[in-house]
């Protein structure tokens, strides 16, 4: 592992070395063992880590809301669309899950219970390949 692949790795895993994939962290160790820039970096590193612990999570400002509200580009959809969605953690689930119910309903009603031959044969192109893996595999 080079300087600059530790550096990259520092910043997709952090400076707790633990919480590396052992491989990784291996590798590190060895760089450790013999780069100072390296070192400087885990210091660094570590030296962030510990001033975002630091940080204390704060609320929005109370004018912040109603001013992205006014700003946002409804496109004809009436005004209470957005603030509905936006103000509750369940409601974007619950918008979702109304979706693909929709999708899954109109499905069900376009396709109704009965395969067509097409069905049969979209489905057969589909999966195709997924049979010939499987029938490749030795036993």
Known sequence: MTDDEFEDALDRWGADLNRWPEREAGKARRVLAVSRRARRMLTAARSLDEQLRGLRDH???AY????????????????WVFPWIVRGRWRPA???LAVGA?????????AGPEYSELTEE??????????????????
């Open 122 to 139: 979209v489905m057969t192109l589909a999966f195709s390949d997924l049979y010939a893996e499987v029938n490749d595999v030795a036993p």
């Open 94 to 96: 619950l918008l979702a």
């Open 102 to 110: 929709g999708g899954f309903l109109l499905g069900q009603s376009v």
């Open 64 to 79: 912040l809301e109603p001013r992205i509200m006014a700003r946002l580009d409804t496109n004809g959809v009436p005004g």
């Open 59 to 61: 609320a929005p400002p």
